[in-house]
T-cell receptor, first 114, second 113 residues
Framework: AQSVTQPDIHITVSEGASLELRCNYS??????LFWYVQSPGQGLQLLLK??????LVQGIKGFEAEFKRSQSSFNLRKPSVHWSDAAEYFC????????????FGKGTTLSVSS | DTEVTQTPKHLVMGMTNKKSLKCEQH?????MYWYKQKAKKPPELMFV???????INESVPSRFSPECPNSSLLNLHLHALQPEDSALYLC????????????FGSGTRLTVV
């Protein structure tokens, strides 16, 4: 069965430091992978997605992610974190046929210290 | 228009009330979704509509009743809810091809008293 694992429940990073959020997936075929961000009380905003091609994907707000098939990973990175990046981050895989829903990881809470 | 609009943003209802949540998109997306999200948890799928037909019902209690009047609108009718149904209810839409991702609304914060 398809699944997504985000090993880190909570991460604290100093402002200006680099960030890496981990995501591992389990899926039989080539997965369609997504990273979403959610600020408190808000909906989910798509940061970036991967479905084929270049394994390094650029997203909004300075985020990027790298797809590594050998490690079944799709880690999210940002070279310099801003206080406004504090939020909940969800990795998700699009499984099944078109029109079927996303499978989400449990999320990672990012705190940014000054 | 690249948004999914949900109304109301906040809703407080008693356990005997009937209320409805509304979701609207004008991106031409043909699949629409209802998710339920409890605090500090990922969204949980409730229903999927594909081409205005209910295609997935994730064993949701009958006190939640979805409706898709047309390709742009999705409603969630609520009746006789329980306090544990209090949550953020998110609507999403997609082009029907998962490559393009899913656009989420900002949600309705529901409190059942």
């Amino acid at each position: 069965a398809q699944s997504v694992t985000q090993p880190d429940i909570h991460i604290t990073v100093s402002e200006g430091a680099s960030l890496e959020l981990r995501c591992n997936y389990s899926y039989g075929a080539t997965p369609y992978l997504f990273w979403y961000v959610q600020s408190p009380g808000q909906g989910l905003q798509l940061l970036l997605k991967y479905f084929s091609g270049d394994t390094l994907v650029q997203g909004i707000k300075g985020f990027e992610a790298e797809f590594k098939r050998s490690q079944s990973s799709f880690n999210l990175r940002k070279p310099s974190v801003h206080w406004s990046d504090a939020a909940e981050y969800f990795c998700a895989v699009g499984a099944g046929q078109a029109g079927t829903a996303l499978i989400f990881g449990k999320g990672t809470t990012l705190s940014v210290s000054s | 228009d690249t948004e999914v609009t949900q109304t109301p943003k906040h809703l407080v209802m008693g356990m005997t009330n009937k209320k409805s949540l509304k979701c609207e998109q004008h991106m031409g997306h043909r699949a629409m979704y209802w998710y339920k999200q409890k605090a500090k948890k990922p969204p949980e799928l409730m229903f999927v509509y594909s081409y205005e037909k209910l295609s997935i019902n994730e064993s949701v209690p009958s006190r939640f009743s979805p409706e898709c009047p047309n390709s742009s609108l999705l409603n969630l009718h609520l009746h006789a809810l329980q306090p544990e149904d209090s949550a953020l209810y998110l609507c999403a839409s997609s082009q029907g091809d998962r490559r393009y991702g899913y656009t989420f609304g900002s949600g309705t914060r529901l409190t059942v008293v």
